[in-house]
Each structure stands twice: as structure tokens, then as C-alpha cells.
């Protein structure tokens, strides 16, 4: 099993920008579908942006331009660079790798925007 460790979380106030940051435990391959998710307290998961197996990055329509994916494949990495965050950005964030036979989930980071 891949172990994902998320960092970068925490407080900020709205117009904020915060980076989240996924380290993989094993190389990460460009095949690899890679995606950053978040869950509300009380709601379901929703996928905040994606990274396809042929590179191409989608992202949740909600985004509006504020976020950016990334991976590095040389550190295991897959970072979500978050600008002009809302108090509605407020959940708890997982990272997501999924190599086709395998999925794997981060524990999942707070972040919390203040109004």
C-alpha cells in the first residue's frame, strides 16, 4: 500500500491562499491518475481537481480559476495551489492516487477559511 502523507493545511483568512502538498511513499508514474478531493463537515466528497493518465488536469467547477494542480515526479509529490480561498473552501482535503489496480488515500488535512 502507498502511503500519502498531506501537509500545508490550516487557518486562513478568506481571499487567502494556501498550498497543499501530497508526499507519496513509492514513485508516482505520469500514468497515474492523481486528484486532490474534499469533504465539508456533514456533505459528501467531492473531487477538487484531477490529474488524467494523459496529463490533462480537470478541475471541480466550483474552482473558478483559483486553484492549480501540480505533480513532480522526480520528489512523489502532487501539490494543490489554492488562491483567493472562501469560507466554502472549508473542509478537510485528501489526496487520491489511483494507479488503475490500486487506489490510494491520504488521512486527509483541515483547511478552514475564515470570513
Known amino acids: 500500500q502507498v502511503q500519502l502523507v498531506e501537509s500545508g493545511g490550516g487557518l486562513v483568512q478568506a481571499g487567502g491562499s494556501l498550498r497543499l502538498s501530497c508526499a507519496a511513499s513509492?514513485?508516482?508514474?505520469?500514468?497515474?491518475?492523481l486528484s486532490w478531493h474534499r469533504q465539508p463537515t456533514g456533505k459528501q466528497r467531492d473531487v477538487v481537481a484531477i490529474?488524467?493518465?494523459?496529463?490533462?488536469?480537470i478541475y471541480g467547477a466550483f474552482v473558478r480559476g483559483r486553484f492549480t494542480l501540480s505533480r513532480d515526479l522526480a520528489k512523489n509529490t502532487v501539490d494543490l495551489q489554492m488562491n483567493n480561498l472562501r469560507p466554502e473552501d472549508t473542509a478537510v482535503h485528501y489526496c487520491?492516487?489511483?494507479?488503475?489496480?490500486?487506489?490510494?488515500w491520504g488521512q486527509g488535512i483541515q483547511v478552514t477559511v475564515s470570513s
Open positions: 513509492e514513485p508516482i508514474s505520469k500514468t497515474d491518475i
Open positions: 487520491n492516487i489511483n494507479s488503475g489496480w490500486r487506489v490510494d
Open positions: 490529474i488524467t493518465s494523459s496529463g490533462d488536469k
